[in-house]
């Protein structure tokens, strides 16, 4: 398998602060990134995805930065609010690899009233 | 349209026994997928079909692991016998036939092996 940000850490911020997750990847061949959210007992759930000739989009209050130098990836959210409180995973996908991805272990983001 | 649905959500067994996990990927999806999550640590991949065909099943683990996916619908993966070291959430997910679309996942079955 591939390192897709082995470690866990856990992110705890204030309501209203903005967040910021981190995700390392090592393929330089991966062409295609996404942020999933889990909260318990759920499923992954889609957040926003980037191509690899992209290094930023938005979403509605979420934000991935791409920078394919360093193999590194990152969600911002804005004004985070309690239902952002779950572990967020990256995942990346190979060229031309039938959306087979690769998912690091996550993030847990806890977001403080 | 309906999601991924996974059955059951929680199945508890003693070592040695058989376990079936059933997923039924949304409609029209030609790509399904198998996930494993273990002890908090990252999601790993199991395998994959295209339709009725397995892709890509470079992840399962050994050869207690068997997945089906008859008619390219539903796909079932089997556990048997069972280890401690099977326990985990597993996931399923499915996408279109398009290259470079998100996966839908379902809400897991946590197996739990006593």
């Known amino acids: 398998g591939e390192s897709v940000g082995l470690h866990l850490p856990t992110l705890s911020v204030q309501e209203g602060d903005n967040s910021i997750i981190n995700c390392a990847y090592s393929?330089?061949?991966?062409?295609?990134f996404i942020w999933y959210k889990q909260e318990s007992g759920k499923g992954p759930q889609f957040i926003i995805d980037?191509?690899?000739?992209?290094d930023k989009r938005q979403g509605q209050r979420v934000t991935v930065l791409l920078n394919k130098t360093v193999k590194h990836l990152s969600l911002q959210i804005a004004a985070t609010q309690p239902g952002d409180s779950a572990v967020y995973f990256c995942?990346?996908?190979?060229?031309?690899?039938?959306?087979?991805?690769?998912f690091g272990s996550g993030t847990k983001l806890n977001v403080k009233p | 349209e309906a999601g991924v649905t996974q059955f059951p959500s929680h199945s508890v067994i003693e070592k040695g026994q058989t376990v079936t996990l059933r997923c039924d990927p949304i409609?029209?999806?030609?790509?399904l997928y198998w996930y494993r999550r273990v002890m908090g640590k990252e999601i790993k991949f199991l395998l994959h079909f295209v339709k009725e065909s397995k892709q890509d099943e470079s992840g399962m683990p050994n050869n207690r692991f068997l997945a089906e996916r008859t008619g390219g619908t539903y796909s079932t993966l089997k556990v048997q016998p069972a280890e401690l070291e099977d326990s985990g959430v597993y996931f399923c997910?499915?996408?279109?036939?398009?290259?470079?679309?998100?996966?839908?996942f379902g809400n897991g079955t946590r197996l739990t092996v006593t």
């Open positions: 980037i191509r690899s000739n992209m």
């Open positions: 995942a990346e996908k190979k060229l031309y690899n039938f959306n087979k991805f690769y």
């Open positions: 409609s029209g999806h030609d790509n």
């Open positions: 997910a499915s996408s279109p036939r398009q290259s470079n679309s998100p996966l839908h």
């Open positions: 393929n330089s061949a991966s062409d295609y």
